[in-house]
């Protein structure tokens, strides 16, 4: 991604679609505010034409002030701001911060979650503008402007904080790779008015008593009944809701011995659930039958696709609790964090109801699991 742009009163440009007929003034623009790295005439005509692609210009008085180019990925939740510049004569007058905005609402239009972009590790001015929009480094690539530059990866998740929608229940952040499921109970367990002392130790002791998985690498998650049946163990009334019967994430796991355990384990944990009586649906919760569950007083931990939350390759539990303002209230036990790295304290998130739907839903058997949780 590149940047450029120089303070005087704010101005509201007219934004707007580009169209074939800017593709000249676009030109001049990129040759002006670019010395190298700039978009051909063969590329913006096919960014103005392209599905994929979200090309915005910003005029004020007839003339063009600058562009903003988002490109989107099928199959992902996730943005990338391509370009953006201002023309000079515009720049410190909020020209930049006008048209990121456009560019974050193009992203969410295409249901995108994230918006990522590189920008010149020189680019100060730059590095301003995204750090006050909520942009966040994710990585550095070395040598990659055509003047040996580095560039900075940012990212920021575009869904709105819930806070501003409903009080959010208390929140535990995980610890480990392998431990969100452990940590959605903790927050059951508070939002049930349980005695929950934060920290790694209840974490792990969760997780001990609910995993099921075994990981290609290392330790693993847990799944719904197990999840479900430690619920149980400490006073609270999960109702299961999956696809299908299981068992479950066999398909991330190569060893035979490994996916063994698995099934026994998997089909242990049904058992268990079983004779404690914990209600069973092998049918997908619906975004209706959810809502209902959250409005009769109940909350839920859903699993979704790791990558669309969590940024990683394996499925993700989520807190759900509640729902508001055609958006689904969750927290993600993925803390976000600080510039030093340290966890930050979630004020929960509004996931788009259609945005939801899709996220939750994951692996090669399409599997849909939903834990309903109502207080003891």
């Given at each position: 991604m590149r940047t450029a742009a120089r303070a005087s009163p704010k101005l509201q440009p007219i934004l707007r679609p580009a169209g074939s007929v800017d593709i000249p003034a676009l030109l001049a623009l990129e040759r002006r505010v670019f010395a190298a790295d700039r978009v051909s005439p063969q590329s913006f005509r096919r960014f103005v034409a392209?599905?994929?692609?979200?090309?915005?210009?910003?005029?004020?008085?007839?003339?063009?002030?600058?562009?903003?180019?988002?490109?989107?990925?099928?199959?992902?939740?996730?943005?990338?701001?391509?370009?953006?510049?201002?023309?000079?004569?515009?720049?410190g007058r909020g020209i930049g911060s006008v048209l990121l905005a456009a560019a974050e609402r193009a992203a969410q239009g295409h249901d995108c979650l994230f918006m990522r972009l590189e920008v010149h590790a020189r680019n100060q001015r730059a590095m301003r503008l995204y750090e006050r929009s909520g942009y966040r480094p994710i990585g550095r690539l070395d040598d990659y402007y055509a003047d040996g530059g580095t560039a900075l990866r940012l990212e920021k998740w575009l869904a709105s904080p819930a806070s501003r929608l409903m009080k959010p229940p208390p929140y535990f952040h995980q610890t480990t790779d392998f431990t969100c499921g452990p940590a959605c109970v903790m927050m059951a367990?508070?939002?049930?008015?349980?005695?929950?002392?934060?920290?790694?130790?209840?974490?792990?002791?969760?997780?001990?008593?609910?995993?099921?998985?075994?990981?290609?690498?290392?330790?693993?998650?847990?799944g719904p009944f197990g999840l479900a049946v430690t619920l149980h163990r400490h006073g609270l009334r999960p109702e299961v809701h999956v696809s299908h019967p299981g068992p479950y994430f066999l398909d991330g796991v190569r060893s035979e011995d490994k996916r063994r355990v698995m099934r026994v384990v998997h089909s242990e944990f049904r058992r268990e659930a079983g004779a404690?009586?914990?209600?069973?649906?092998?049918?997908?919760?619906?975004?209706?039958?959810?809502?209902?569950?959250?409005?009769?007083?109940?909350?839920?931990?859903?699993l979704v696709a790791g990558y669309h939350l969590s940024r990683g390759r394996t499925p993700h539990w989520v807190f759900v609790y509640g729902h508001a303002d055609r958006c689904i209230l969750l927290h993600d036990p993925e803390p976000a964090r600080d510039e030093a790295g340290r966890p930050k304290t979630s004020e929960g998130w509004a996931v788009p109801s259609p945005l939801f739907a899709r996220m939750s839903r994951t692996g090669a058997d399409d599997l849909r699991a939903a834990i309903v949780i109502r207080k003891g």
């Open positions: 392209s599905p994929s692609a979200a090309l915005i210009v910003a005029e004020n008085g007839g003339a063009l002030a600058g562009y903003a180019l988002v490109l989107f990925r099928a199959g992902t939740f996730v943005a990338r701001l391509y370009s953006l510049a201002v023309a000079h004569e515009f720049s367990m508070a939002w049930a008015g349980l005695p929950v002392r934060a920290g790694a130790a209840l974490e792990y002791r969760l997780w001990r008593e609910a995993t099921t998985i075994f990981m290609a690498s290392g330790l693993g998650g847990c404690l009586g914990i209600p069973t649906t092998f049918a997908p919760l619906g975004e209706r039958a959810l809502r209902e569950a959250l409005d009769s007083g109940a909350c839920a931990i859903v």
